[in-house]
């Protein structure tokens, strides 16, 4: 039986953001993709409406660092479909792989500004309109870091990341009671431009990162439905929707030997 609720999907005009779009789509869920330019916004759009009913698409620019834009979002949402009923933080951006102290200073205040102080103002916004409407699911998304886990290079992003455990756990008390629940999704390693912008791939770092990738990661495609399934099935405050397990992750290494996967190799790379 389709389902008829509506969701916004943060940063959904390309990578994991649309993956989520369109797996939501084909469930028969109403959904607003957005993203920073006006343009690709409402080509996205345009391509998704066509390959569903069009009344079930709708597109909406925003800068995910800007209260006003993320208040327009859900205005917009709420004029086209009443509602919102889900809400996925999925915008972020990565810096180039580096020392802290060989990054510029304009790039570590962008990736703060966005994948913290976005994912700040987005709760704040949709948090004070779900409250309005009697409650609604907020969906954060975990990268490299949430953990706690560390790696050369990745200092300023992965600090970014461990922000939204602490997020997480604050924002499900501030919405006790509220009808909100707050849940995170954890994709794993995906091959996105987000993944392979990190790197010099005419580095020995790169081929070395990409022999880890090819055991461990997966593709937009693989992913996104069991995450979107995750996220309509879940009933609880707290939920975490995560791919790639601990379990999978070891049988993957025990296995790899047997099973040689180049997930790059559409990409020339």
Known sequence: MPDSRTVVVTGSTRGIGLGLAEQFLRRGCRVVVSGRSPEVVSRVADRLSAGADAPRVAGCA?????????????????????RVDVWINNAG??????????????????????NLTGALLAGKVVMAGMKEQGGGQIWNMEGFGSNGMTSPGLAAYGATKRAVNYLHKALRKDAAGTGIRIGTLSPGIVVTDLLIGDYDTATEEWRKAKRLF?????????????????????????????????????????TARFNKRDLFADLGI
């Open 62 to 82: 925003c800068d995910i660092t800007s209260a006003l834009d993320l208040q327009v979002l859900w205005d917009f949402a709420i004029d086209r479909f009443g």
């Open 93 to 114: 951006i990565s810096i180039t792989r580096a020392p802290l102290w060989e990054q510029p200073v304009a790039d570590i205040q962008a990736i703060v500004k966005t």
């Open 214 to 254: 090819n055991i461990l990661g997966d593709t937009v495609e693989t992913v996104t439905p069991f995450l979107v399934d995750g996220v309509l099935n879940a009933t609880r405050d707290g939920a975490r929707v995560a791919w790639l397990t601990g379990g999978k992750a070891l049988r993957r290494f025990l």
